[in-house]
């Protein structure tokens, strides 16, 4: 697979469906673009080629897509969820995955599928939705947990500050092996201080619309 393979309304579907997410909860959408943004900057310092760094953007995109389903008393609860709560809200990555189900004969979103499904599988086998083993995890999503997690531990919600860098380092590394991919984890801590620049550079190139993560985020400020 190329990029050639990626549809040219691939972006423009994209931002539709990105759109219900928007108007259901903003926090969620600004984190998935952020995320989109990051797993493909994260997936180019691993060495991965153009086509897998857009199925990690659109990944990311997508992955929390399925929050749209949970309802509103669990998804926006400003304390921490109950044993009850805590298993619907982990519904929303097989959520997720029914959204993008019509569009899974299209060889690039089928790609994406696997990371959106299981980013919350853990290396150490005690991640859901099915608690796999890391032999089953696949690259693309090992990217995609390490970002997501390093977003939400900078990102600051109702019932929890954001973490400073040297402590999202710290858990970084406390989690490598367990949780996250280790020689991933080491990637990200070389080459992260360095993703701005190289960003800036991405927006320059974007002029045909392709980066859409990059560009959802300019738009909104
Ligand atoms: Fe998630």
Known sequence: ???????????RV????LNSLKAKDSHTYFHCLRV???ARLLGRSAGLNDYEQKVLEYSGIFHDIGKIGIPDDVLFKPAKLT???????????????????PLKEVPFFKDI?????????????????????????????????????ID???????YCKSMPMDKVISELKKNSGSQFDEDLVKVYIEAHKFWNKESKEDQKKSGDGILVADLLLKSAG
């Open 1 to 11: 697979m190329s990029w050639n393979d990626i549809p040219d309304w691939s972006s």
């Open 14 to 17: 994209t931002k539709a469906i």
């Open 36 to 38: 989109g943004k990051s």
């Open 83 to 101: 044993r009850d709560e805590y298993r619907l809200m982990k519904n929303h990555t097989l959520k997720s995955v029914e959204i993008l189900d």
């Open 113 to 149: 599928i696997p990371a959106v499904e299981l980013h919350h599988e853990r290396l150490d086998g005690t991640g859901y939705p099915h608690g796999l083993d890391a032999k089953d995890i696949p690259l693309i999503t090992r990217i995609v947990s390490i970002v997501d997690s």
């Open 152 to 158: 939400a531990m900078v990102s600051t919600r109702p």
